[in-house]
């Protein structure tokens, strides 16, 4: 037993009103949710929310803006000043995908925490560096996507840091703002004798689709470095410009399975059905990634042949093919599935992946209502 003790009326009207506005806000969750018939699971993607665990609430963040319901926006507002600054940046990106730009604010105060690393640092301090710089990085990612102009100094003073991962982002967030001056210092990479450098140009110039570098890009379809191929025909396919289709198609041979992944993902970017024959190939593919990008590149076509093969895989004990295959099933999958989702969500011990589960089942359910 427990006692609530309270000193004066206006406390306890305080206190009736907090459980009211608790009450209430689950209540009306519950209600959209349940009116179109997936409340359970609805249900569990609003409670992980509340998780004491950060990268369920970061999950649930990804997955909750699906449904547009606008009475989910305080509940990410209120996530905009959780302890963890990963659940911060999805918060505010939740919030933008709701048409709410009132996350920028964290956004910038967390950019503006970059900190200076140097190699001579002792390891300890270079680490805790490195991560804060991650955070700062992943926040001028999301300052890209809300696109307000208004940002455009604070990114030139990050674009100005020797290198590394904020820089990059900083870069990447102004060019979608419309700002295209530091592109030549990414495709300046796309000859770098160091590999790594090469692939992840490969990776921002096609996430900006910039038109200076596209040739050069393909160019490098035919690079010695396995990591170079796939990261540029990844990039290649994200132009979708099906005059590139047969070289990319031509890699789903490739004697690397990476790349051979890479050309899978990119044909579904292309959506050119003509290479549904193809793609069908490549489910008998010994790599079960390279597989799944397939059936991701079908589905992408309107072609749900592969639905069979990904139920097959929810059985599989790769907890990452059973994640991206979860996530196939949210982004494309039939009312067929969901059977066999429900029976993987109750006998799933993977927490991340039963909350993907439940957001799936949710999804396709959603889906088939409107």
Known sequence: ?????????????????????????????????????????????????????????????????????????????????????LVKIEAARSLFRMKDKSGLPVLIELLKGRVKVSPKDPPVKRAKALAKNMICAKAADVIGEIGDSSVIPLLKEAVKEKGGQVKDAAIVALIKLGDKTEEKVIIYGLDSYEMDIRRKACEIL???????????????????????????????????????????????????????????????????????????????????????YAAQALYKMGDSSAEGFLISVLRTEDSDARLKTVQLFADYGTPESVPYLEDTFNNEKNELIRLNIAGAIARIVNRRAK
């Open 206 to 292: 096609g996430e900006v689709k910039s038109e200076k570098a596209r040739e050069k890009i393909r160019a490098l379809l035919k690079h010695w470095d396995k990591g170079v191929r796939q990261s540029a025909v990844v990039a290649l396919g994200k132009y979708a410009d099906k005059n590139y289709g047969d070289e990319i198609r031509a890699l789903l041979l490739d004697k690397e399975d990476g790349v051979r992944r890479g050309a899978a993902e990119a044909l579904g970017y292309l959506g050119d059905v003509k290479y549904i024959p193809q793609l069908k190939e490549a489910l008998g593919d010994d790599n079960g990634f390279v597989r799944l």
């Open 1 to 85: 037993m427990f006692e609530i003790k309270v000193k004066s009326p206006a406390k306890i009207g305080f206190l009736c009103s907090f459980i009211y506005y608790i009450f209430f806000t689950s209540f009306c969750l519950a209600q959209e949710a349940g009116q179109a018939g997936y409340g359970k699971y609805y249900e569990i993607l609003v409670e992980s929310l509340s998780s004491a665990e950060p990268t369920l609430k970061v999950e649930a963040l990804k997955i909750l803006p699906e449904f547009s319901y606008k009475s989910l926006t305080p509940e990410f507002k209120k996530l905009l000043k959780d302890k963890s600054d």
